[in-house]
């Protein structure tokens, strides 16, 4: 998913050529002549030239039969390895006929000669040990496209095929492919050389080690911010969250197979296969490029080989691609070199649209909320326990409900069975064992339930009681800022009715104080008078005995009375000095109740404090225990429903009982007369075996028995026949005198008969007459009575 990224920059694929030198199968076969005429690397022109046909193309870059591999490295495959590290995807292919040194220049050997691919793992690794701000992820993989299917090169034997599949979000990903996880080049290389070895490849008369099919090495780097201790500490400190982000590109390193004319490599039999596989694949590949090419919005068949499928990204996609075109150096494979040379001049023209691939690091996101999680739940982590415990017990009982369902259907099963075959088969014990398995489940459920019941219940009386304790404590609280307030309230009131008496004494003594220095200006205004009287009196009367006697009383009088005011005074004095300790003891005493005060209201202030950290408490405590009484809720529901569903089993499991009891009661009525059927048959072959053997025996008694029995019948027929004959001759000798008996009596009958004839017609004249004779009788009757 891209969930964020630069804007994505059109970028051109890279081509690169690369020449081979020439090599003693070439110069045997060939010769020395080349069909290289011209290379400038440094503006990328290559001519080719056979006679007059001259052929000129421009590329990225050219490397002669002299570059060396690390050259190549660093110019085709570099700049796309530090992209990869960076974080986008990219692509390094070969391109070539076959034997021009595409699997040289990706693989290479040891050393020096090392190619693209190992190179490429070790500029990773090198960077990720210089790196100290970021971690990273490194897995590889390793396939081969060979005749059209995907093969891991790392694990040939996975039973899972390797599929080319698209995401929405993730673009194209490989299902099936194995990523091994890598910590150094050595284990790139490792897997490289194990995959390499996996590979198919043949003798052909271009190569001695022909590569026949594609292969793609990939390395996979997950990139995410490293952070310290201290700097997770500052983080923290500033309220800041440690970025989450992390890059995910892959770097795919492709050795194709080469082209070839199988005109010219004689290639024959399952080679020949091989080399049009490649062709077909090399041939999909070069339409792809020249669609893209086109940017016309063309279509680009992408699906017309598993190849191009696999390259989607790489060639018009998010991936920054280096192509390397290799040819030989050889005039004889002119023709080949330009075709080569023109599908790297088509693929200049095509264009990607790399972007960083900056994902959420939904794992270490998901670490922190769930450490956070943790912390927040650390008071409910039993709880959570519990409910984990629960939640695996409850899929337990499931899985276990599921297994007696699966027991049940096939249970079911032998039951249609038995119905089908109709068998006889002696299932009580079976039976029996499945209930006492069933009751033995229903009452371990039963048990299982009554027990998680009995616990939520304690919980919840657990979580009431702390509740209430809690309500109690608040009430208790609330009781004591209560009376705090009201003694606070009566000190004060009682501090303001000690002022205002205090403030009606001082009026009170102001007052008494200004009334006696009224009376004793009176009294010094009277005595001033007096004395003024006094004096006058003297001087007019000239002082006599009495008037000095009068003077002297008054003066004693004065003395007295001034004595006395000043006792008052004293006493005023004295009495003001009680006020004034009073009122100093008052006021010490409304500065302690001031500070009671203050230390009242502070400790209101904590009160309050707690109280509404309480109030806070208990709302998370009921929030809590309303979440455990809905979480206890949902699990008595689920208990319910589970039991529900297990009574409808049970039910069920009866219903299925109950029909396999009939169908036993069917099937032993059905037993029982098939025993009677097969009991009567017995009998009855019994019988008839017996009857047959009787008649057999019969028959042999008779067969034995008819022999004498003719005898004897032929015996006694020859003497009845002789006694027939004389009876016979007696019976015709009766017979004669009984037919003459019987004339005599037929004529004697026939006599009677007359006779009787005559008896019946006089009978008759006899009965005429008697009748006309009682008629006239009758009528002589009735003449007499009427007379
Ligand atoms: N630049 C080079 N320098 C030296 N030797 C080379 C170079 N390129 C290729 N070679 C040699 O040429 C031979 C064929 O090369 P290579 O196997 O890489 O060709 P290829 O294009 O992969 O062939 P194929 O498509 O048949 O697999 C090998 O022996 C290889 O070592």
Redesign the pocket.
């Known amino acids: 998913m891209q969930e964020e990224g630069k804007k994505a920059k059109v970028e051109r694929v890279m081509v690169h050529v690369?020449i081979?030198?020439f090599?003693d199968e070439d110069i045997s076969r060939y010769g020395r002549e080349t069909s290289v005429e011209f290379t400038d690397d440094s503006r990328g022109t290559l001519i080719l030239r056979k006679e007059y046909d001259k052929k000129s193309f421009n590329f990225d870059s050219v490397f002669d039969?002299t570059?060396r591999q690390d050259d190549v490295f660093n110019r085709v495959a570099e700049p796309v390895v530090s992209s990869v590290i960076e974080g986008y995807n990219g692509t390094i292919f070969?391109y070539?006929?076959?034997?021009?040194?595409?699997?040289?220049?990706m693989i290479g050997s040891s050393g020096e000669l090392q190619g693209i691919i190992p190179r490429s793992a070790q500029q990773i690794f090198e960077y990720i040990q210089s790196c100290h701000t970021h971690g990273f992820t490194i897995t590889v993989g390793f396939l081969q496209i060979y005749m059209e299917m995907l093969q891991d090169l790392i694990n040939p034997n996975a039973d899972k095929p390797i599929r080319i599949r698209e995401d929405p979000e993730e673009g194209l990903y490989l299902s099936g492919i194995t990523w091994t996880p890598v910590s150094s080049v050595r284990d790139c290389m490792e897997l490289m050389n194990q995959g390499d070895k996996n590979r198919n490849?043949a003798f052909?008369s271009?190569?001695?080690?022909?590569?026949r099919s594609h292969a793609v090495y990939m390395i996979k780097i997950e990139k995410r911010v490293k952070y310290s201790g201290e700097q997770l500490e500052e983080l923290e400190k500033r309220g800041e969250k440690p970025d989450q982000s992390m890059t995910k590109s892959t770097l795919y390193l492709v050795?194709l197979?080469?082209s070839e004319r199988v005109s010219k490599s004689k290639a024959a039999g399952s080679r020949l296969d091989e080399a049009k596989n490649i062709n077909l694949a090399l041939l999909a590949l070069g339409n792809c490029i020249q669609a893209l090419a086109d940017k016309k919005g063309k279509y680009v068949p992408f699906r017309d080989s598993k190849l191009t499928r696999l390259l989607e990204d790489s060639l018009g996609g998010n991936s920054k691609t280096s192509l390397v075109v290799?040819i030989g150096p050889s005039l004889a494979h002119f023709q080949e070199s330009v075709s080569s040379l023109q599908f790297g001049s088509r693929a200049m023209k095509v264009e990607n649209r790399p972007e960083l691939n900056i994902k959420v690091d939904y794992k270490a996101l998901c670490a922190q909320l769930q450490a956070e999680l943790d912390r927040i739940n650390d008071g409910n982590s039993m709880w959570i326990i519990e409910k984990a415990q629960l939640t695996e017990r409850i899929n337990k009982l499931v899985s276990e409900l599921e297994c007696a369902n699966d027991d049940k259907a096939e249970l079911a099963i032998t039951i249609e069975e038995l119905k089908a075959k109709g068998k006889d088969i002696n299932i009580s014990a079976f039976e029996q064992l499945h209930k006492e398995e069933i009751s033995k489940l229903k009452a371990y459920y039963t048990e299982e339930i009554r027990k998680k019941e009995t616990d939520h219940k304690k919980q919840l009386d657990d979580y009431d009681k702390i509740v209430s304790e809690l309500e109690v404590n608040n009430q208790h609280l609330k009781m004591q800022i209560l009376d705090y307030e009201n003694k606070n309230t009566n000190a004060k009131h009682e501090l303001k009715k000690a002022r205002e008496q205090l403030e009606q004494e001082r009026n009170d003594r102001q007052i008494r104080i200004s009334q006696m220095n009224a009376e004793i200006e009176d009294l010094q205004r009277a005595l001033t008078a007096e004395k003024a009287k006094n004096e006058k009196e003297m001087l007019v009367c000239n002082l006599d005995e009495k008037s000095i006697e009068t003077y002297s009383k008054y003066e004693q009088m004065i003395r007295k009375d001034e004595e006395n005011f000043r006792r008052t005074i004293e006493e005023y004095e004295t009495e003001n000095n009680i006020v004034r300790g009073n009122l100093a003891a008052l006021s010490i005493e409304r500065d302690k109740l001031i500070a009671e005060k203050t230390s009242l209201l502070n400790k209101l202030g904590t009160l309050t404090k707690k109280a509404s950290h309480i109030a806070k408490e208990s709302v998370r405590i009921r929030g809590e225990t309303e979440n455990h009484s809905q979480e206890f809720k949902i699990l008595k529901d689920n208990n319910t429903y589970l039991q529900n569903r297990y009574n409808d089993l049970l039910a069920k499991y009866d219903e299925v009982i109950e029909e396999k009891d009939s169908l036993l009661n069917n099937i032993k009525i059905l037993s029982k007369i098939h025993q009677e059927f097969i009991n009567n048959e017995k009998t009855k072959t019994a019988q008839l075996k017996f009857i047959t053997e009787e008649v057999y025996m019969t028959m042999k008694n008779m067969q034995r028995m008819s022999i004498r029995f003719q005898e004897k019948l032929l015996y006694f027929l020859t003497q009845k026949a002789q006694h027939i004959t004389g009876v016979k001759k007696d019976v015709i000798k009766s017979l004669g005198s009984l037919k003459e008996k019987m004339n005599i009596m037929q004529e004697n009958m026939m006599k009677s008969n007359d006779m009787c004839e005559t008896y019946r017609l006089s009978y008759e004249e006899l009965k005429k007459e008697l009748d006309e004779t009682k008629k006239r009788l009758k009528k002589h009757e009735d003449a007499c009575k009427k007379n």
Not at 96 to 105: E, L, P, S, V
Not at 206 to 211: A, G, L, T
């Open positions: 690369r081979r030198p090599n039969a570059s070969s070539g006929q076959t034997g021009t040194g595409k699997t040289f220049t490849t052909t271009m190569n001695s080690h022909s590569s050795d197979a080469g290799t």
